[in-house]
């Protein structure tokens, strides 16, 4: 039913940069309605990693970043470490559904 | 620090009603926010089932808004989700959250998240 959709998978080698999607619609993320990215390590609950598409949490470290351009929304990893292997899930408001959404979600694997 | 909590049985059988708490410590509920549910099926993505404002005001997943119902309990500093007539899809790990209502309801605070089996 996940109306934002993720790549499955990205993979990259320690220290190199890694970038993903999140697609979406003009009722969703098309309509201004604020991107949050949550991480979600191995068998622990997700982790707010991105708020209001730019946006990071304090204790967020600088090497994840967040942007926005129509009716997508992506998160890029600096630095990759191999602390970053984990699921990776995008969420918005969807006007048309009345509710919140969440990304297919994408694996990152470190080499 | 805020800290959430599920608590609830962990077997509920097919057509019965799956009842969980999430105990708030840190933060009082009647002070603002929306206190939410998430639901992750095993090996599978997540899916939001609906939130309450501290207010009372509810919204809910419309795929699910015919079965759900999400309750505070002010004295208790706690809130709960009710979901009716549950089949072996319902089976998932359950999530509360807070939903920051200062910025766009991201979800800042998670509970560990409780395995809900459904099956007879």
């Known amino acids: 039913q996940s109306v934002l959709t993720q790549p499955p998978s990205v993979s990259g080698a320690p220290g190199q940069r890694v970038t993903f999607s999140c697609t979406g619609s003009s009722s969703n993320i098309g309509a201004g309605f604020g991107v949050h990215w949550y991480q979600q390590l191995p068998g622990t609950a997700p982790k707010l990693l991105i708020y209001g598409d730019t946006n990071r949490p304090s204790g967020v470290p600088d090497r994840f970043s967040g942007s926005k351009s129509g009716t997508s929304a992506s998160l890029a990893i600096t630095g990759l470490q191999a602390e970053d292997e984990a699921d990776y899930y995008c969420?918005?408001?969807?006007?048309?559904?009345?509710?919140?959404?969440f990304g297919t979600g994408t694996k990152v694997t470190v080499l | 620090q805020v800290q959430l909590q599920e608590s609830g049985p962990r077997l509920v059988k097919p057509s019965e009603t799956l009842s969980l708490t999430c105990a708030v410590s840190g933060y009082s509920i009647s002070s603002g926010y929306y206190w939410e549910w998430i639901r992750q099926p095993p090996g599978k993505g997540l899916e939001w089932i609906g939130s309450i404002y501290h207010s009372g005001s509810t919204y809910y997943n419309p795929s699910l808004k015919s079965r759900v119902t999400i309750s505070l309990d002010m004295s208790k500093n706690q809130f709960s989700l009710r979901l009716s007539s549950v089949t072996a899809a319902d089976t998932a790990v359950y999530y509360c959250a807070r939903g920051d209502s200062d910025n766009w309801n991201s979800l800042d605070y998670w509970g560990q998240g409780t395995l809900v089996t459904v099956s007879s």
């Open positions: 969420q918005s408001y969807d006007s048309s559904l009345s509710g919140y959404v």
